[in-house]
T-cell receptor
């Protein structure tokens, strides 16, 4: 299994508070992704990174920002959490942009 | 834009064979991947088809037809542990190269 961890694994927060989720990999893969998964929607891409300090928006990026200052870490920030951001968040890594993606265990976020 | 369609649910009997279809509309298409996800777990990579034809990995096989914009995942000798959701994912041009379908929930019954 690819070495990829996410923290925290569970978080409950209140509307309007900032939240940062961390993804850490030990595989030295170039590409990293943040997805959210909601019933009926499958996996939807929030942001992705194709190198250190190289990031771009996915299909559901509003309300989210990311940073990647090191190869191994990819941070997802909700500047002001809303109830619509209650979801399960998965980080993924891949060696090539079109190849297999390996997923972290996920973070279950609840915004009250 | 990119879109993929797959059935939302499939039920099959233990020991049988099941096929999960996926049709896609993707510009700059490279290939089709399949992922498995058990309830409460993370998606795990199963297979990738970059060329037309059948790829076999143990009990699982995956097929791609570029001319029909169609692929399928074939699961043989079904086991109860195969009960899970299965996602197809299309790779295409640009850095944002993978789009996932909404998943097919497979229930294996005795």
């Amino acid at each position: 299994d690819a070495g990829i961890t996410q923290s925290p694994r569970h978080k409950v927060t209140e509307t309007g508070t900032p939240v940062t989720l961390r993804c850490h990999q030990t595989e030295n893969h170039r590409y990293m992704y943040w997805y959210r998964q909601d019933p009926g929607h499958g996996l939807r891409l929030i942001h992705y990174s194709y190198g250190v300090k190289d990031t771009d928006k996915g299909e559901v990026s509003d309300g989210y920002s990311v940073s990647r200052s090191k190869t191994e870490d990819f941070l997802l920030t909700l500047e002001s959490a809303t109830s619509s951001q209650t979801s399960v968040y998965f980080c993924a890594i891949s060696e090539s942009a079109s190849g297999a993606q390996y997923f972290g265990p996920g973070t279950r976020l609840t915004v009250l | 834009g990119q879109s993929l369609e797959q059935p939302s649910e499939v039920t099959a009997v233990e020991g049988a064979i099941v096929q999960i279809n996926c049709t896609y509309q993707t510009s700059g298409f490279y290939g089709l991947s399949w992922y498995q996800q058990h309830d409460g777990g993370a998606p795990t990579f199963l297979s990738y088809n970059g060329l037309d034809g059948l790829e076999e990995t143990g009990r699982f096989s995956s097929f791609l037809s570029r001319s029909d914009s169609y692929g399928y995942l074939l699961l043989q000798e079904l086991q109860m542990k195969d009960s899970a959701s299965y996602f197809c994912a299309a790779s295409s041009g640009g850095y944002q190269k993978v789009t996932f379908g909404t998943g097919t929930k497979l229930q294996v019954i005795p």
